[in-house]
């Protein structure tokens, strides 16, 4: 037991505060800006007309406007950038569980986008692609789960959240940083809790179990055996570490072109099962959207795809779908960059 609380106080402690920190500081670095330009747009009164050309979408998974401003600062930034802004608006209008679970399964879609895109590109799908798939998939999963709730008139009781901001009454410069403050401080509390929840899973083997799981259900995907494993440690872990191991694969050749494909799409409409859906349950969301529906809605899409895969030419998968990025060796004397 000593050598246990040795090795937590010695090892376990320090990287944990490390993670915290760094994902802490990535969040700021990239939310700070887009709450600023969010707040300026505010005084010049823009936030109407922005939302007036988000509201079509909006309306078709039956959300408020203003949530569109919600999700837009998910895909431009992360999760936990969309969560800010949410927060921020959560005194605005009183949402039913049903809406936050729509929000929330088109945020866990799509987020990120900068960054993700440019990952499963470097790994060989083509840009238009990914981008499409991951945007109009969330508004695909986010009108089904609507109608769906609407049909059996489920969830439908108002969202209760964790943490609610204090309600603005003093709209002057000083109020509105010192609610910022508030809002990072919540934020980090958030993510010291859940990334040590993480941890706990990951000591407890819950990965493994995952991993047992889902292999079967890969391989019925038609998702090669070479690429299963990195596959399962996108889902679990997230896009930036499964999809890292996939661009090392895929430039060396060992995992066929269409696996790759295959296995990125799949990626990009559910990784990090765990972080992520954790984050979501926070704003008040259901588990039957966030993550049931979601795991159903990409094994089923990607079972679908990989079958038309199969009928489609070689040309037109290379054209249009992926590209190649394997990286040919050098010979002695060849003086070009690999």
């Known amino acids: ?53 988000l509201e079509p979408l909006m309306l078709l998974v039956g959300l408020p406007e203003n949530m569109g401003i919600v999700w837009t600062t998910t895909m431009i930034t992360n999760v936990y950038g969309g969560m800010i802004i949410f927060f921020q ?28 895109i440019r990952i499963v590109q470097q790994a060989g799908v083509r840009l238009a692609v990914a981008l499409a798939l991951r945007i109009v998939s969330a508004l695909i999963l ?29 709209q002057g410069l000083l109020a509105w940083s010192i609610s910022q403050l508030k809002s990072f401080a919540m934020i980090f509390v958030i993510i010291a809790v859940l990334l040590s929840l993480l941890r706990l899973l990951r000591w407890l083997h819950i990965e493994r179990l995952m991993i047992w799981l889902l292999k079967p259900v890969l391989k019925i995907l038609g998702i090669s055996p070479k690429a299963t494993s990195l596959t399962i440690i996108g889902i679990t872990l997230g896009l930036s570490f499964g999809g890292g191991l996939l661009i090392r694969e895929a430039r060396s050749g060992n995992i066929d072109p269409q696996d790759c494909f295959s ?37 089923i899409f990607i079972a679908i795809m990989t079958r038309l895969l199969k009928i489609c030419s070689e040309p037109f998968k290379h054209r249009y779908l992926m590209h190649n990025v394997v990286v040919p060796t050098t010979t002695p004397g060849d003086t070009r960059a690999r």
């Open 1 to 53: 037991m000593q050598k246990i609380w040795h090795t937590f106080w010695q090892n376990t402690l320090p990287d944990l505060l490390k993670e915290i920190y760094d994902v802490f500081f990535l969040l700021f670095k990239l939310t700070l800006p887009v709450i600023i330009i969010v707040k300026v747009l505010e005084e010049l009164g823009a936030i109407p007309y922005i939302s007036a050309l």
């Open 89 to 116: 608006m959560a005194n605005d209008q009183t949402l039913t569980v049903a809406q936050v679970t729509v929000l929330g399964s088109m945020m866990l879609i799509a987020h990120s986008l900068p960054i993700e």
């Open 263 to 299: 296995a990125l799409c799949l990626l990009g409409l559910c990784h990090s099962i765990i972080e992520d859906t954790l984050l979501i349950m926070t704003l008040g969301a259901d588990l039957s959207g966030i993550l049931w529906a979601r795991l159903a809605f990409s094994l």
């Open 142 to 170: 986010g009108m089904i789960l609507h109608h769906i709730y609407s049909w059996g008139n489920w969830l439908q009781q108002p969202v209760e959240l964790l943490w609610q901001p204090p309600a603005h009454t003093d």
